[in-house]
C-alpha cells in the first residue's frame, strides 16, 4: 500500500494536477470569502433579493472567519470528486491500470493507496484553501469595519479547526463517491458527469419533488450538512454516523468492483 | 529443459465468445518464444490471463512456476508490454517509470539502467507526449525491464514501428535471450517472428494450433524446387517431365515450381539434361513461416469441418 500511495504522489506532482486540485478549491475559497467579506450588511435586509448577504453581527462571531469557506464547500466538494473520478477512470481510458496491476497485483492494496494519496492532497487543498481564505478575510474585513477579535479568540481557533476538519472530511466523502464512479465507469467524462449529475441536481430533485425529507438521508445532501458542521434536520452527528454507513458500504462495493472485474 | 509458462485447458470466455480455448502451452525457459497468430486470435488474452490482469473461465496455468491465481507471487519477476505502450502523457518517460519503481518497490537507479537499455538516456527528461510511437515502444520495453525480469512478456512490441524501428525492437529482444531472459513476444507479423525466435506458439480462433520449434515447423512443411529452363519454350516440358516422375509441378513466372524434397534436385538436374532441356537456375526455396502457418490453419479448419 506505501508503494501504491508513494506512487500516486508522482502523478500528483503534475502541474495539471496542481493547476487544477489545488487552484480550483483556492478559486471557489477566495472568491467567496472576498464575497461574503464585501458584500456583508450591517443590518438583516429587508428586500427579498438581499437576503442572501451575511450581516456583521453574523460575521464578527468566532465563526465568521470561515464563513465564505463553508459556504462554498459543495462546491470544494466537487473539485474533489472530479478529482478522484478523473484519477481512477483515466488509468482505465489511457491504459495505465494494466501497467499498474502489472507492478502491484494486490488490488486491494494498490486502490487504498491511491486512494489515500488523494486523500492527502485533498487534506492539503483544504487546508491551504482554508489558509488563504482566512488571510484574505483578515486582510478585507478591518476596512470593512467589521470586528475580528472573535476570530483570533480560543473559541475561533476552534472553530476554524472544526471547520477544517468538517471541509476535508466531506472533501474526502465527495471524493469517495467520485472514486466510485471513476472505477464503475472507467471513462472520466461519464464518471465525472454522472456523478456531478447525480450530488448536485438530481438529489436537489429528489428532495424538491418527490421526498422532502430525502435532506436527511441522500449522500449528497450529508455531505453538504457534513461540511456545514450539521444543518437543518440533518445534526451534525447524525450526517457523520449516516455518512460512515454509506463510505463503508460504497468503498465495500468499490473494491469489489475493482478486485473482482477484468482490468 | 525448465519451463517459463505452463498452461493447461486455460480458456477464456466473454459472454458468447470464446477467445481462449482450452489451451495448453509449454513455454521453455531461456529462450524468445513467439506467440503468433492472426489479430482477434486470442493472443492478447492469454497473455493477459498470464498476468493476472483476467481470470480463466477455466484451465490453469503456471508461470515461473507459480499459479496465476497468486500473481503476486511471481510478477516481480516479469516484465511486461501489453498492447500499445500506455503512459502519462505528462509526465516524462523518467517519472512514468518512477511511478512503476515506486509501486513495484524497485530501486529507483533501475530508470537510468532501462533507459540506457533502450537507448532513450537523453530523451528521458522529455514529456511522453512529444515522444514518436517506435520511443514509447522503446519506454514500454524499459517498463517490463524495470524488475531485471527473469521472463519478459512482450505484446505485439514491433506495432506501429517504422523498418528501422523494428530492427531495434529486435535487437532488444536478442539482447535479452542473451542476458538469459526469457521472452515471450506476441506478434500477427510472421516475418518479424521468424527472425528473432527459437521457439513457436500458434494460436488460431483461441485455439492452440503448433508449438515447437520454428526449425522443426518449418521442416515439416514441404518445400519446392524452382527450376529455370535456359529457352521458355521448354518450360511445359519440364514440368510434365516432373509430372511424370511422380512430383507435382506447375508453370509460375517463367520458373517450373516442383513440390519434392530438396534432395530430389540432382535427380531433376539429371532427367532434365537428359531430355536435352538446359536449366538456368535451380534452387530449392524452403516454406516461410507465413506459409507453414497457413498450411497448419488451413489443415485445422479442414479437420474441423469435416469433424463436423
Redesign the interface.
Known amino acids: 500500500m506505501l508503494?501504491?500511495y508513494?506512487?500516486e504522489w508522482?502523478?500528483l506532482r503534475?502541474?495539471?494536477m496542481l493547476l487544477w486540485g489545488l487552484g480550483g478549491g483556492l478559486f471557489f475559497a477566495v472568491l467567496a470569502t472576498v464575497f461574503t467579506v464585501e458584500r456583508a450588511v450591517r443590518t438583516a435586509p429587508l428586500f427579498p433579493l438581499r437576503r442572501g448577504r451575511v450581516t456583521f453581527a453574523e460575521l464578527e462571531l468566532p465563526t465568521g472567519l470561515v464563513h465564505g469557506v463553508v459556504d462554498v464547500s459543495t462546491l470544494i466538494g466537487i473539485v474533489s470528486l472530479c478529482l478522484f473520478a478523473g484519477a481512477f477512470a483515466t488509468e482505465y481510458s489511457?491504459?495505465?491500470m494494466?501497467?499498474?496491476?502489472?507492478?502491484?497485483?494486490?488490488r486491494a492494496q494498490?486502490l487504498t493507496g491511491k486512494f489515500l494519496a488523494l486523500a492527502t492532497f485533498i487534506g492539503v487543498a483544504v487546508v491551504l484553501e482554508i489558509v488563504v481564505s482566512c488571510a484574505v478575510a483578515l486582510l478585507l474585513a478591518p476596512g470593512r469595519g467589521i470586528t475580528t477579535s472573535a476570530w483570533t479568540s480560543s473559541t475561533g481557533i476552534n472553530d476554524l479547526l472544526q471547520a477544517t476538519l468538517h471541509v476535508f472530511l466531506a472533501s474526502v466523502g465527495y471524493g469517495l463517491v467520485g472514486a466510485a464512479a471513476g472505477v464503475l465507469f472507467r471513462s472520466p467524462g461519464v464518471a465525472i458527469g454522472a456523478s456531478v449529475a447525480y450530488v448536485i441536481p438530481v438529489e436537489a430533485i429528489i428532495v424538491g419533488a418527490i421526498w422532502s425529507n430525502g435532506d436527511r438521508w441522500l449522500p449528497g445532501q450529508l455531505l453538504s450538512a457534513l461540511a456545514h458542521g450539521g444543518s437543518g434536520d440533518s445534526s451534525y452527528h447524525h450526517s457523520l454516523i449516516t455518512l460512515a454507513v454509506y463510505m463503508v458500504l460504497i468503498a465495500a462495493a468499490t473494491l469489489a468492483v475493482f478486485k473482482r472485474r477484468?482490468? | 529443459m525448465t519451463s517459463s509458462v505452463v498452461t493447461s485447458g486455460l480458456t477464456k470466455r466473454f459472454g458468447q465468445r470464446l477467445a481462449v480455448n482450452a489451451v495448453d502451452i509449454d513455454l521453455p525457459a531461456g529462450v524468445v518464444s513467439g506467440f503468433v497468430g492472426p489479430n482477434g486470435a486470442g493472443k492478447t488474452t492469454t497473455i493477459q490471463l498470464l498476468l493476472g490482469l483476467c481470470r480463466p473461465t477455466a484451465g490453469s496455468a503456471e508461470v515461473l512456476g507459480r499459479p496465476i491465481s497468486d500473481p503476486a507471487s511471481y510478477l516481480g519477476r516479469v516484465g511486461a508490454l501489453i498492447e500499445a505502450p500506455s503512459f502519462y502523457p505528462t509526465l516524462s518517460g523518467r517519472r512514468n517509470l518512477e511511478v512503476l519503481t515506486r509501486l513495484g518497490r524497485i530501486d529507483s537507479g533501475r530508470v537510468s539502467e532501462v533507459l540506457a537499455m533502450v537507448e532513450l538516456s537523453d530523451r528521458g527528461g522529455d514529456l511522453v507526449r512529444a515522444y514518436s510511437l517506435g520511443m514509447k515502444q522503446r519506454l514500454g520495453v524499459a517498463a517490463a525491464l524495470l524488475p531485471d525480469p527473469e521472463l519478459c512478456i512482450l505484446d505485439e512490441p514491433t506495432n506501429g514501428l517504422d523498418p528501422a524501428g523494428i530492427r531495434e525492437m529486435r535487437s532488444v529482444i536478442r539482447g535479452l535471450a542473451d542476458r538469459g531472459i526469457s521472452v515471450f513476444v506476441s506478434s500477427h507479423l510472421l516475418a518479424e517472428i521468424e527472425a528473432i525466435c527459437d521457439h513457436l506458439v500458434m494460436i488460431d480462433n483461441g485455439r492452440i494450433v503448433f508449438q515447437g520449434g520454428v526449425d522443426k515447423l518449418i521442416d515439416a512443411q514441404q518445400s519446392d524446387i524452382v527450376a529455370t529452363p535456359e529457352h521458355p519454350a521448354d518450360l511445359q516440358a519440364l514440368a510434365e517431365l516432373c509430372v511424370a516422375a511422380g512430383k507435382p509441378a506447375r508453370v509460375e513466372q517463367g520458373e517450373v515450381h516442383v513440390q519434392a524434397a530438396e534432395d530430389w534436385a540432382p535427380e531433376l538436374n539429371r532427367a532434365a539434361m537428359a531430355a536435352g532441356i538446359t536449366l538456368r537456375g535451380l534452387t530449392v526455396r524452403r516454406a516461410s513461416l507465413e506459409e507453414a502457418f497457413f498450411a497448419i490453419t488451413e489443415a485445422e479448419r479442414d479437420g474441423t469441418e469435416q469433424d463436423a
Open positions: 508503494g501504491a508513494s506512487s508522482v502523478k503534475r502541474r495539471a489511457q491504459g495505465t494494466r501497467n499498474l496491476l502489472v507492478r502491484e497485483p494486490r494498490l477484468d482490468a
